[in-house]
């Protein structure tokens, strides 16, 4: 079984619609979770980090949750561009330094 | 603007050729990766360094091996490759303290 799994494995929204990726892990505690956005072709970037205590972290129409009851981070998506058209990757770091990848999601914002 | 740049963005080599993949980071970064990314599997890690001459293997190492002669240089080498080897190749370089990491471009390798 993966120990970070994300869902949906992809996703098709009209642009200006919000969205929500899931994430979640069975490592636990962890270092650190990380939220990359991937566009074809490149490598990730990173958007979000949050550490174990935190349970928000915003970057612009970015925001990511993190619940450590339920194992589950959340991604969301405010008024969406067509250039948030991407792979979503949650890697995240245990507490022996270890990174693990979740598989991504790919999201496509349509007209 | 801080960079890792991989030397080739596409390569298609036949199969038993030998391979190097080139990856080369401005920041002094201690630490250098290499991941393969398949469809549906993620990001998977070959091999990583944390010091020049120093490497370690990551989680599918099988069929690769790496050389880290200067700390901004690591290379990975696909001594007989294979089908099974084509992949998108990502490199990657964090600090000592692996707050975070800067990815390369990639390089798409297709083995025929």
């Known amino acids: 079984k993966n120990q970070v799994e994300q869902s949906p494995q992809s996703l098709i929204i009209l642009e200006g619609k919000n969205c929500t990726l899931q994430?979640?892990?069975?490592?636990?505690?962890?270092?650190?979770l990380r939220w990359y956005k991937q566009d074809t072709g490149r490598g990730p970037v990173s958007l979000t980090i949050m550490t174990f205590s935190e349970n928000t972290k915003s970057n612009g129409r970015y925001t990511a949750t993190l619940d450590a009851d339920t194992k589950q981070s959340s991604l969301h998506i405010t008024a969406s561009q067509l250039s948030d058209s991407a792979s979503y990757i949650c890697p995240l770091k245990t507490s022996y330094d270890k990174v693990i990848f979740g598989p991504g999601t790919s999201l496509s914002v349509i007209p | 603007d801080v960079k890792v740049t991989q030397s080739s963005r596409y390569l298609v080599k036949r199969t038993g050729e030998k391979v190097f993949l080139e990856c080369v980071q401005d920041?002094?970064?201690?630490?250098m990766f290499w991941y393969r990314q398949d469809p549906g599997l993620g990001l998977r890690l070959i091999y990583f360094?944390?010091?020049?001459?120093?490497?370690e293997k990551g989680d599918i190492p099988e069929g690769y091996s790496v050389s880290r002669e200067k700390k901004e240089r690591f290379s990975l080498i696909l001594e007989s490759a294979s089908t099974n080897q084509t992949s998108m190749y990502l490199c990657?370089?964090?600090?000592?303290?692996?707050?975070?990491?800067?990815f390369g471009s990639g390089t798409r390798l297709t083995v025929v």
């Open positions: 360094s944390y010091d020049v001459k120093m490497k």
């Open positions: 994430c979640n892990y069975t490592v636990s505690p962890f270092s650190n």
């Open positions: 990657a370089s964090s600090s000592l303290h692996l707050y975070g990491y800067t």
């Open positions: 920041m002094d970064h201690e630490n």
